[in-house]
């Protein structure tokens, strides 16, 4: 339950860092891409959140 909350609140975090770094790679080419590599952060934890959740259920059947 709280991986699904987790996931979710990365996963908005995530569309919110990618839609800046869009909106600043007409005008800053820098900020855009640290905003990017937030980004990518944020979906390297997501990634591991789906990968544990599948490990978590094994036990429960």
């Given at each position: 339950m709280f991986g699904r909350s987790r996931k979710t609140k990365l996963q908005a975090k995530y569309n919110k860092l990618m839609h800046e770094s869009y909106d600043f790679s007409t005008v800053n080419r820098k900020k855009s891409d640290q905003t990017r590599a937030e980004a990518e952060e944020i979906g390297r934890q997501i990634d591991e959140?789906?990968?544990?959740?599948?490990?978590?259920?094994?036990g429960d059947r």
């Open positions: 959140l789906e990968k544990q959740s599948p490990q978590d259920h094994v």
